[in-house]
């Protein structure tokens, strides 16, 4: 089902651009406001967070004025992790929630991600009808001025959230005496952060906690890990934690200052779960997720699948098998017992209550061998490259090359304009190869 604004996580773009500004967001807010009003509920609410991009302020008012004019109630809540917004869409019992950001990209861009009542982003089905919706004249879904949605501001949005996390563990939990470094890449999760590790009782130091409208993901975040290991080994910590710009991904870092990614801490949780008869079905990866892990599964008897990348793929995977782990290396991490999406504080939280009778996190992490693996983003003005003659017939000899012995992954970013290539082997020379012929053929 191709999508003309949609993407593998919503809408993301460059602002001002054809898609990310005020007049299509407008448009945005005008058609899931029809769409939903269209479903006869009683009470149509929709509930918007952000991160901390300059941005916001010019696109939510005009988000905010497409929903009341289609005839939604809208609740506005400020900068939230984008988990947070799924958690109070549910217990608010709104219809729709949408966070308006650009995940863990540069300031320069932003975007949306929908919710539906149950806390789930919107399926292709519902936002393929959405898409419709926009490309049809504003004026016959523009309601009578007496049935225009009113506007609300709420200010506790994160105090509801914490509460939320901290309901899924034990009154007796706590951090007391455990020094964690947080860094909150001056993004969403930049109060929600720090004040609930403090709550537990944890020394906190935190970074990127100082947004500016400009420096979300600036050099910090889970993007940046060199940020939380050096931070860590400063500190001397016992922890660090790095997430991105709206706090729905996390990278780690063990006490010893080693970066721990997605692949690893899921690794860690599927052995806690396994062996605490918490683990349901398996764990869900995708096409991106190391190869080691998929062995150290099969040694571990855990059941292991692959979706498409993307959070949205993994949840929908995951709902199918039945399975209540999943996620992706970049710390995209789905905790199915707890949440409907990718949460880095509650991943966190669940890392540190495994944590609590004194592992340390470098013991609780050694997992698995990890297959050598690398990753190259090439910027193209053109996504569509990656279907030219020469780029097909590069990558087909890579393939070639490396086969029964690595594997080769080319694939258009769905939140950037880049092409990813990934290669794993333990071939390290030949995968280095492999890598090159395509990228010296895309560029």
Not at 96 to 121: R, V
Not at 197 to 203: Q, Y
């Amino acid at each position: 089902m191709k999508k003309k604004y949609f993407g593998t996580d919503g809408i993301r773009g460059t602002v001002n651009s054809k898609h990310i500004n005020g007049d299509m967001f407008f448009k945005f807010g005008l058609a899931s406001g029809t769409y939903f009003n269209s479903q006869k509920k009683k009470k149509q609410i929709a509930i918007i967070a952000k991160d901390t991009r300059l941005s916001g302020y010019t696109l939510e008012p005009a988000l905010v004025s497409g929903l009341a004019s289609a005839g939604m109630h809208v609740f506005t809540l400020g900068p939230l992790p984008t988990n947070g917004l799924a958690m109070l869409t549910k217990t608010m019992k709104a219809n729709m929630g949408i966070m308006i950001t650009a995940s863990h990209n540069p300031y320069y861009d932003n975007g949306l991600k929908l919710f539906g009542p149950d806390g789930l982003k919107l399926s292709d089905k519902i936002e393929k009808r959405i898409e419709n919706l926009i490309d049809k004249n504003i004026e016959n879904n523009l309601l009578k001025p007496k049935e225009l949605g009113r506007v609300k501001r709420l200010e506790n949005a994160n105090e509801n959230y914490i509460k939320i996390l901290k309901k899924n563990f034990p009154k007796s939990f706590d951090l007391k005496g455990i020094k964690i470094v947080i860094d909150c890449a001056n993004g969403a999760g930049y109060k929600a952060g720090p004040k609930l590790l403090k709550s537990l009782g944890a020394n906190v130091i935190a970074i990127g906690i100082k947004p500016n409208g400009l420096n979300i993901n600036k050099n910090c975040g889970s993007t940046f890990p060199n940020k939380i290991k050096s931070a860590v080994r400063k500190y001397k910590a016992s922890i660090g934690i790095s997430l991105d710009g709206d706090a729905d991904r996390i990278i780690m870092c063990d006490e010893k200052g080693n970066v721990i990614d997605g692949d690893q801490i899921i690794a860690a949780l599927a052995i806690r779960w396994k062996k605490k008869k918490m683990l349901k079905g398996g764990v869900i990866g995708t096409l991106m997720t190391n190869y080691g892990l998929e062995n150290f599964f099969k040694l571990k008897k855990i059941n292991f699948l692959r979706a498409n990348v993307g959070d949205r793929y993994v949840k929908e995977k995951m709902q199918k098998n039945n399975f209540n782990l999943g996620g992706e290396q970049s710390g995209h991490i789905i905790l199915g017992k707890f949440a409907t999406t990718g949460d880095g504080l509650l991943v966190a939280l669940e890392t540190l209550f495994s944590l609590r009778k004194g592992k340390k996190a470098s013991i609780f992490f050694d997992t698995f061998k990890k297959t050598p693996q690398i990753l190259e983003n090439i910027e193209v003005k053109d996504k569509r490259i990656i279907n030219n003659g020469e780029v097909k017939s590069a990558i087909k000899k890579a393939e070639k090359l490396i086969k029964g012995i690595g594997r080769i992954l080319v694939r258009k970013s769905g939140t950037e304009s880049k092409i990813r290539i990934m290669g794993e082997s333990e071939n390290k020379k030949l995968l280095e190869k492999c890598v090159k012929i395509i990228k010296k053929r895309i560029r």
